[in-house]
Each structure stands twice: as structure tokens, then as C-alpha cells.
């Protein structure tokens, strides 16, 4: 049985950044109906996270104060609520924790039976919590919005992911690998060779003028852009690299890329910017574990931090110069 009370990383309300988390602690959850606790063996962080601590999806998330922050979760089920069928004490899972109610950094936390997934030995807890957002936004931005069969059956494609060396990038370019494709790709200068390996045909350093204007070495034009960079890149540096019914499937649209969505639209444009906002599925999910188990998928680890050190793992997601996934481990 679960000790009563346990260590978590909380903010009291928006703003603060890593120096706004306080570790307390607080009694253990308990799952309800359909519900599930799990002992946790490893978070990942997102930029959402961050972005929720901001405010940027108040009032939906957090749903009230204190919120214990994290969505993305590794662990083993030590008990369960009412009505769970699919699993029992002892599982090792990874799941996907609600936006609005977090839990994510803490050495307990509560998930949906529909959103929990079973975990088989080969995928460990770290490689397990890199995928439910960044890893499921990569899988659905590909499948979804580019229609890109992962089985190779479909047309080629040309695809340009900028930020491949971050945490849905890394995911991104092995994904698209798997489909017919030829991945263009932006990085810094130090993960080239990283995100080569990874499968990536070409690959711009951001930082170069070529870089900058996403000019294809080959000379290709892009039927899809998966744009992971936080950064913002104007629509005229997209434009004339885009094939002719080419879309820039944007995943962290602001006012002025919804400004150019709308335009693009009701102009009729061939060449279309298209707001991306990928939701988390057990299906998704699911698929993506046996993708790790079978040696086709792999979670790259940026680096580990201890609960202890949580706010470690926090100002370094804010920095936004993570390769592949920031993990917190809760011993
Ligand atoms: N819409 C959705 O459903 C959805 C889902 C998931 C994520 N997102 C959003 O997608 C974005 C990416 O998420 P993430 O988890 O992949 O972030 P991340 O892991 O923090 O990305 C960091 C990486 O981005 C690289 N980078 C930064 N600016 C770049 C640029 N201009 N060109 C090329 N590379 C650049 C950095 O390389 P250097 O260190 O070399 O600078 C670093 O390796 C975030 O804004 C996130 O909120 C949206």
C-alpha cells in the first residue's frame, strides 16, 4: 500500500518560471472510477508545460491552484479504482495525465484507464515517458494532417521538419523515415550528425543563410512542413519552398500564422498553413511503445533530473536547446 503522503513539485499561480516550483508534500491520490494510481519511475516535460505555467491556456489549465505540473508519465500501477478491466497491481504502464489536472512531477500520480497504456520490459521508463505528447503530436502531424503511410505504401513525399533535434523532431524525422519519404531537415550545427543518424536525407544548420531561408541542398520543394521550431519563421521564408499544393503544418501557431491560416483560406491559396494541435490517443500511444519495443523507434534522452532537482529540468525546457526529451525521475 502507498504511503499516505508523498514528495511533489507545485506552482501557486501563473508566471515564475523554474524559480515559481516548490517542492511539498502532499497526501497520495486516489484513483476513482476508471482510474488508476500509479507509482511513477519517470516523467518527460513538454514546452506545454511551461506555456501552462504562463497562462497561455488559462482558464482551462490549470484547472485550479496549486497545480502539480507534468502530463507525460511512466510508472507501475499499485492500485486500482473501481470498474479498471485492463489492469492490475504490478503493470508497468505509461500514460497520459489530464492538461488541466497535471500530476506529472511527483512520485505518485492518478491516469484514466483510456489513456494508459501497458508497457512491455524492452521499453524502459525513460524511453516510455517521451512519448505521449511529443511522440504522439510527431505520429498524428505526420499520419493525420500529411496522410503519410508509416507502412511505405504511399506516394513520395518531400518533407522539411525544422527542430528536429528537439522532442517531437527527433520523433518526427524516425516516423517519417518509416513512410515514403525524403525528410529534409533543420538543427544547430551540433546535432547534424545526431539527426542524420535518426534518417534525416539533408540537414540545414538554422544558424547559415541557406538555413535560415530552408533552401532544400537537393533542391527540392516541400509538399509538407512539419514546423516544430518555436521560433517564428515568416510565411514568405516558407513560400517559395513549398511545392505547388505544399502545407506548412505549424505546431505552435501564434496570432500572426493564424493571420496567414485564415488568409491562406479564404484566398483559395494552393500553398496553405495549417494550425496543428495534436490530441492524445491510447491507440496512438499504444502503437508508438511497440515501435520502441521492436528497435524502430528510439526516445532520445536530453538528460535526467531527480524530483529533487525538478526545476533543473524546468529553466532547461524554458531554454528551449534540449536534444530529444527532458526526463525527471522521481528518486
Ligand atoms: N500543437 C501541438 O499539438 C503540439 C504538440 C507538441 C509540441 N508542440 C509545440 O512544438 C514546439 C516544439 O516542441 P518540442 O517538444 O520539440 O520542443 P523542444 O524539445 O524544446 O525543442 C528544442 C529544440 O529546438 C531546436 N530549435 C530551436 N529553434 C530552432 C530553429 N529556429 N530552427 C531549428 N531548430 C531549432 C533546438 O536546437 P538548438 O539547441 O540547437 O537551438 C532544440 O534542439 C513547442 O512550441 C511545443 O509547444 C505543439
Not at 496512438?284 to 535526467?304: A, H, M, P, R
Request: some cysteine.
Amino acid at each position: 500500500m502507498a504511503a499516505n503522503l508523498m514528495h511533489a513539485v507545485q506552482y501557486d499561480g501563473y508566471g515564475g518560471g523554474s524559480a515559481g516550483l516548490k517542492h511539498v508534500e502532499v497526501p497520495v491520490p486516489t484513483p476513482k472510477k476508471n482510474e488508476l494510481l500509479l507509482k511513477l519511475e519517470a516523467s518527460s516535460l513538454n514546452p506545454l508545460d511551461w506555456k501552462i505555467q504562463k497562462g497561455v491556456m488559462r482558464p482551462f489549465a490549470p484547472r485550479k491552484f496549486p497545480h502539480i505540473p507534468g502530463t507525460d508519465v511512466a510508472g507501475e500501477v499499485v492500485e486500482v479504482g473501481p470498474g479498471v478491466k485492463s489492469f492490475k497491481v504490478g503493470d508497468k504502464v505509461v500514460a497520459w495525465l489530464s492538461i488541466s489536472d497535471g500530476g506529472g512531477l511527483a512520485e505518485f500520480a492518478v491516469s484514466k484507464e483510456k489513456l494508459t497504456v501497458a508497457r512491455p520490459a524492452e521499453v524502459s521508463a525513460a524511453e516510455a515517458a517521451g512519448l505521449p505528447i511529443a511522440g504522439v503530436t510527431a505520429l498524428q502531424v505526420l499520419t493525420q494532417s500529411a496522410g503519410i503511410k508509416l507502412d511505405g505504401s504511399g506516394q513520395e513525399a518531400n518533407i522539411l521538419i525544422t527542430a528536429a533535434s528537439g522532442g517531437v523532431g527527433l520523433y518526427a524525422v524516425q516516423l517519417a523515415k518509416l513512410g515514403n519519404t525524403h525528410v529534409t531537415a533543420t538543427c544547430g550545427a551540433r546535432n547534424i550528425e545526431l539527426v542524420k543518424s535518426f534518417g534525416a536525407d539533408e540537414v540545414l544548420d538554422y544558424k547559415t543563410p541557406e538555413g535560415a531561408a530552408l533552401k532544400s541542398p537537393s533542391g527540392r520543394k516541400y509538399d509538407f512542413v512539419i514546423h516544430c521550431a518555436l521560433t517564428g519563421i515568416p510565411w514568405s521564408t516558407f513560400e517559395p519552398n513549398l511545392s505547388k499544393k505544399g502545407k506548412v503544418l505549424h505546431l505552435s501557431p501564434s496570432p500572426s500564422s493564424m493571420a496567414t491560416f485564415a488568409l491562406k483560406k479564404i484566398t483559395f491559396s494552393k500553398k496553405q498553413l495549417v494550425p496543428v494541435w495534436a490530441s492524445v490517443k491510447s491507440e496512438n500511444l499504444d502503437y508508438l511503445v511497440k515501435l520502441v519495443k521492436e528497435g524502430k523507434l528510439k526516445t532520445v534522452i536530453d538528460s535526467k533530473h531527480s524530483l529533487s532537482k525538478a526545476e533543473d529540468a524546468w529553466a532547461k525546457s524554458i531554454d528551449g536547446h534540449a536534444t530529444g526529451k527532458i526526463i525527471v525521475e522521481p528518486f
